[in-house]
């Protein structure tokens, strides 16, 4: 039963959005000399990427707008008219996706496992072929970490980064059957600085303990694993947004794609490793992978 569960998973991170379910928000206010400027508006941390469609479209040259934004609110663009002194018409759609485009993250970073140093767990990957994902074409294969450990064991910050999202929802029950949403999921979204974003999932019902903003460090108690088949569990996932070409409109249902899947490493006591399905680990943490992606700040305020 947990498997059939788990087929249809896909770390309950709410990467797409697109029409009126999207937390940006564009405005626009039209200008004394005709040009037309584009504001958005975002409740939530981390990178966007916003596209404005234009349609049937009046003394100006534009049909789409791609723009990367981190800030919670400001400017996305200014539309200039193609005769001065007369106004611009236009229809418009927006869109976004959550994360940096293709930005070139290192697959080779070491992370650390997602539990306390010295404690050992064991690792199964998930494949996932479902045709509904929002990370994958019809037929990609992904492979996400399950990670079985002791119920109420406590989750942890596998790098630095910052907490972009949180969804409270049920605790997860074998009598579940998919498909699976993620409004039912605990689940934890941190973007690090490389633009890759990881998601804890499967976590217990109400202990989270950060909030969207917060600031990580490597190895920061995050929650508790929750309960499946009888043990402590933790589902796994890092990628990134593919290219700045995705289009956010494009039903998940097609074959597009918007996110590239990482297979870390992992620091483990036999070494820096990509994790075998099956196997089981031991976590390693010295204070030289706590600080390497700390300044000088960061390192002083923790003691290093």
């Not at 937390?23 to 404005?52: A, C, H, Q, S, W």
């Not at 789409?64 to 663009?77: F, H, I, M, Q, R």
Request: some cysteine; aromatic content about 10%; glycine content about 6%.
């Amino acid at each position: 039963m947990k498997h059939l569960i788990l087929f249809t998973l896909f770390c309950s991170i709410v990467f797409l959005i697109s029409g009126q379910n999207s937390p940006v928000e564009v405005t626009y206010n039209f200008n004394p000399d005709y040009t037309v400027d584009f504001f958005y508006r975002k409740p939530l941390p981390g990178n966007y990427l916003i596209k404005l469609s234009f349609s049937r479209v009046e003394n100006a040259v534009v049909t789409g707008v791609s723009e990367v934004v981190k800030a919670l609110n400001g400017k996305v663009y200014t539309l200039l008219p193609a005769i001065q002194g007369q106004p611009v018409r236009f229809s418009l759609q927006y869109s976004a996706l959550r994360g940096l485009p293709d930005p070139k993250a290192d697959t080779n970073f070491v992370c650390l496992l997602p539990v306390a140093g010295g404690k050992s767990i064991q690792v199964e990957k998930v494949s996932s072929f479902t045709n509904y994902s929002f990370f994958v074409e019809r037929r990609q294969k992904w492979d996400y970490f399950l990670f079985h450990t002791d119920p109420d064991e406590p989750i942890f910050s596998v790098r630095k980064g910052v907490v972009v999202e949180v969804n409270e929802g049920a605790d997860v029950k074998e009598t579940d059957v998919f498909p699976f949403t993620v409004n039912k999921l605990n689940a934890i979204t941190i973007e690090h600085e490389d633009g890759t974003l990881a998601c804890y999932s499967l976590l217990k019902k109400g202990s989270i303990l950060v909030k969207p903003g917060d600031a990580v460090i490597p190895n920061t108690p995050l929650a508790n694993a929750g309960s499946l088949s009888g043990s402590g569990s933790l589902l796994f996932c890092l990628t990134y947004l593919k290219t700045a070409k995705a289009d956010p409109r494009v039903s998940t249902r097609s074959d597009s794609y918007h996110y590239s899947q990482i297979d870390p490493l992992f620091s483990t006591t036999t070494g820096n490793v990509r994790l075998l399905s099956g196997k089981g680990y031991t976590s390693r943490i010295s204070n030289e992978q706590i600080v390497k992606e700390l300044n000088k700040k960061e390192q002083k305020k923790i003691g290093k």
